[in-house]
């Protein structure tokens, strides 16, 4: 296996979710589904449907990405950084979309964990959740192993192009930034939950435009760990468990420090300055 630096086109992501909707429903990552907490044991068969949305959802987040950077390898770098960091983007948008009103559309350990400490996801559910997730991408580095087996074949992880401190540092202000927006977008009952894929898939692209050459901007244990099992690789694996994490946390409790209420946007008093902008007419 070709040791392929995040310098290298070797770029990861994080895959997210989709949980609030205009009709000021609870997030469906974050709340606690009349299926899934219901007294006794939780493992329902709405919540294997909802484990298999979160496998199949990383199998193909992390087949459609890190195909992208091995066919970059293979074919002469023909799709590019951009190209690269525009299938990250758009996977994870469509992914969304597809079971986001399923599973929430996590795909990501590190934005599972984070919701779960802010009480927005039950604690019993996520070592199943996790566990789906890497099994996908654990699935997706196979069969892509498979595939693009032979001579050129190489490994689709991730990689520090620099130091591992200059690695660490950069995938926790990504991950912090990437949480900071799911949190925004998926779980505040004034954000558009319609919108919520298209920012999501928006961030990661950006990350993984300006990051992926220096750290291989992974924002997901799950992206890095797959990659990792099937090849056998695991130097400075530590970096993309951690520091998503740490990021992950510290983004989601950021949001909830500057989230100023919880209601509804019909709810919400005029005293907010984007409230006061002429034409705009509030009523309940």
């Given at each position: 296996?070709?040791?392929?630096?995040?310098?290298?086109?070797?770029?990861?992501?994080?895959?997210?979710?989709?949980?609030?909707?205009?009709?000021?429903?609870?997030?469906?990552?974050?709340?606690?589904?009349?299926?899934?907490?219901?007294?006794?044991?939780?493992?329902?068969?709405?919540?294997?449907?909802?484990?298999?949305?979160?496998?199949?959802?990383?199998?193909?987040?992390?087949?459609?990405?890190?195909?992208?950077?091995?066919?970059?390898?293979?074919?002469?770098?023909?799709?590019?950084?951009?190209?690269?960091?525009?299938?990250?983007?758009?996977?994870?948008?469509?992914?969304?979309?597809?079971?986001?009103?399923?599973?929430?559309?996590?795909?990501?350990?590190?934005?599972?964990?984070?919701?779960?400490?802010?009480?927005?996801?039950?604690?019993?559910?996520?070592?199943?959740?996790?566990s789906a997730?890497?099994?996908?991408?654990?699935?997706?580095?196979?069969?892509?192993?498979?595939?693009?087996?032979?001579?050129?074949?190489?490994?689709?992880?991730?990689?520090?192009?620099?130091?591992?401190?200059?690695?660490?540092?950069?995938?926790?202000?990504?991950?912090?930034?990437?949480?900071?927006?799911?949190?925004?977008?998926?779980?505040?009952?004034?954000?558009?939950?319609?919108?919520?894929g298209l920012?999501?898939?928006?961030?990661?692209?950006?990350?993984?435009?300006?990051?992926?050459?220096?750290?291989?901007?992974?924002?997901?244990?799950?992206?890095?760990?797959?990659?990792?099992?099937?090849?056998?690789?695991?130097?400075?694996?530590?970096?993309?468990?951690?520091?998503?994490?740490?990021?992950?946390?510290?983004?989601?409790w950021m949001?909830?420090?500057?989230?100023?209420?919880?209601?509804?946007?019909?709810?919400?008093?005029?005293?907010?300055?984007?409230?006061?902008?002429?034409?705009?007419?509030?009523?309940?």
């Amino acid at each position: 296996m070709a040791e392929i630096s995040g310098a290298n086109g070797n770029h990861g992501v994080t895959l997210n979710i989709k949980d609030g909707d205009m009709n000021h429903n609870p997030p469906l990552s974050a709340s606690k589904t009349r299926d899934d907490d219901s007294a006794g044991c939780f493992v329902t068969i709405p919540f294997i449907q909802k484990l298999i949305a979160e496998m199949l959802g990383t199998y193909f987040l992390i087949f459609a990405g890190c195909a992208a950077v091995v066919v970059n390898l293979n074919k002469e770098k023909v799709v590019t950084v951009p190209g690269i960091s525009i299938v990250w983007g758009l996977v994870v948008m469509v992914m969304v979309y597809s079971v986001g009103h399923i599973s929430g559309a996590h795909f990501n350990p590190a934005v599972t964990i984070a919701f779960a400490t802010c009480k927005r996801f039950p604690w019993k559910q996520v070592p199943a959740y996790v566990s789906a997730q890497v099994l996908g991408s654990t699935l997706a580095s196979g069969t892509l192993r498979l595939i693009f087996n032979g001579k050129h074949d190489h490994f689709a992880g991730t990689l520090p192009a620099g130091s591992d401190l200059q690695s660490f540092v950069l995938e926790f202000i990504i991950t912090f930034y990437l949480m900071f927006v799911i949190s925004g977008v998926a779980t505040d009952n004034r954000a558009i939950g319609e919108l919520a894929g298209l920012a999501v898939g928006a961030t990661v692209l950006l990350n993984v435009m300006f990051a992926g050459p220096i750290s291989g901007a992974s924002m997901n244990p799950a992206r890095s760990l797959g990659p990792a099992i099937v090849s056998n690789h695991y130097k400075s694996i530590w970096i993309y468990i951690l520091a998503p994490i740490s990021g992950a946390i510290a983004g989601a409790w950021m949001y909830n420090i500057i989230r100023f209420t919880d209601k509804p946007l019909r709810e919400i008093t005029k005293s907010g300055s984007f409230l006061k902008s002429p034409g705009r007419n509030i009523s309940n």
